[in-house]
């Protein structure tokens, strides 16, 4: 049962933290849980089982509260939790502050989902453009599979602009992993950069150093897309390695 009774605090404790952990745990969806555990896999995270707009509408309420101090009696065991903090830390407007918890943030992502509704939350990268364009370029480039797409998943929320293009090709041309969630990482990134930038993309896709998998993934992802015609579709599958 819910614990209706339960409301979000001005200030945090070990105590107001436990109460808020089993007020989670009381809005289960068993469904939900059964359809989105079989999507996330190999998690360390116990998961719950709560629909993401609600841990949104719940981390909206946190950040109107001591989001430090949120964040200090912040434990790590489920998976709504950690996703949560991270919707949290979206909120901070202190440049500082929210890279200080940003750093220390990424490393606890370890799936894609987490990594994902992260990535889609952090607006206040766009404002400090040039410091997290380079930031998520060096984590593009990490070897450990879910920093590299934190990295290729905020460029692709934030920064695909016909200024930069050049130098993400650059950048996807120089990663060089066979990791599935990188690999789905770029070629969905190559897929945005088609439907915003289609001629600049398409020289790219001609001619680049993406490993076969990838490659024709991107090609994939861009058919499926309703917003590239028809004609297109059916050049770039002459592509195909």
Known sequence: MVNKDFEIKDEWNKEEYKKFIEYLKGLEDKKYKEFHSSLVLNSKYIMIGIRVPMMKEIAQKIAKTNIEEFLKYAQDNYYEEVMIQGLVISHIKDEEMFYRYYKNHIKKIDNWALCDTFCSSIKIVKKYEDKYFK??????????EFLSRVGIVTILDNFVSEKKIGE??????????DKFYINMAEAWLVCEMYVKYPKQTLKFIQKNKLNKFTHNKAISKIHDSFRVSKEDKEYLNTLRK
């Open 168 to 177: 993400i090709c650059e950048l996807l041309n120089k990663i060089d992993s």
């Open 135 to 144: 930031e998520a370029i060096q984590l593009s480039l990490n070897k450990k």
